[in-house]
């Protein structure tokens, strides 16, 4: 779903875009419907729409290990996938019922830069769901 750049949302993408080489998609996402509040790819072959839907499954998922392992006291921060050429970050915002996805190239950027431009904008994209 595309972003309104005057929105909370739509700045957390900017903000996220412009200060992160080699982004290939940025998405804010509600985990329990699984579908995109906003998104940008800058890859015509990666749809971050479906990412995001697959990645609200992984979280649903590592909430209920947690439950599993007597572990609900705890709060998921956030969750890295690690492919070939590739970093995935999921980073939780708001009350915990959204995340903010990113994806990067691994040529172009590392995983402290991708870390650290996803906290500063993870408090403007909580603003944008509540």
Excluded: C, W
Aim: aromatic share 6%.
């Amino acid at each position: 779903m595309p972003y309104i750049k005057e929105s909370k949302i739509g700045q957390a993408i900017e903000g996220i875009i412009n200060n992160v080489p080699g982004t290939i998609a940025v998405s804010v996402v509600d985990i329990n419907s699984g579908m995109s509040l906003g998104s940008h790819s800058t890859s015509a072959d990666f749809d971050p729409d479906t990412a995001s839907a697959y990645n609200a499954e992984v979280i649903k998922q590592q909430q209920k290990a947690l439950q599993a392992l007597s572990l609900s006291n705890q709060k998921i921060e956030d969750i890295l996938v690690t492919l070939g050429d590739q970093l995935h970050l999921l980073k939780l915002i708001g009350d915990g019922n959204y995340f903010l996805f990113l994806a990067v190239s691994t040529k172009q950027t590392n995983l402290a830069i991708a870390r650290s431009v996803l906290r500063r904008y993870a408090e403007i994209a909580g603003q944008g769901v509540h």
